[in-house]
């Protein structure tokens, strides 16, 4: 059973910096592609960010471009989201996902087939 549990999430000012960890366990984390979404409430989960097997291949919501920088390491079996100059409108639940098409960066939350339990990040003006 492939589990999911992010970790880094908390209260920073605006302009401050955050870094979330998401620890794959169960499941051979080198083969998944991973994905990092946000979601406020009463509105749709959004992608963030993606990552291929490698982390040679990322993708980001042009909302978070230049700011966020999506990263993995395999030999510890954890995706990380590093979080810059964040904005009030940053302030949502981040959920990490995993999908198995490994080689591919996905944006679609229907494409990933694991996911975790979130971890909420408020940013105050």
């Known amino acids: 059973q492939v589990q999911l549990e992010e970790s880094g999430g908390g209260l920073v000012q605006t302009g401050g910096s955050l870094r979330l960890s998401c620890k794959v366990s169960g499941g051979t984390f080198s083969t998944y592609g991973m994905g990092w979404f946000r979601q406020v409430p009463g509105k749709e989960r959004e992608f963030v960010a993606a990552?291929?097997?490698?982390?040679?291949?990322?993708y980001y919501d042009g909302s978070v471009q230049g700011r966020f920088t999506m990263s993995r390491d395999n030999a510890k079996n954890t995706a990380f989201l590093q979080m810059n100059n964040l904005r009030p409108e940053d302030t949502a639940v981040y959920f990490c996902?995993?999908?198995?098409?490994?080689?591919?960066?996905?944006?679609?939350?229907?494409?990933?087939?694991?996911w975790g339990q979130g971890t909420q990040v408020t940013v105050s003006s």
């Open positions: 990552v291929n097997w490698r982390g040679d291949g990322q």
């Open positions: 996902a995993a999908h198995s098409d490994s080689g591919s960066v996905h944006s679609q939350a229907d494409r990933y087939d694991y």
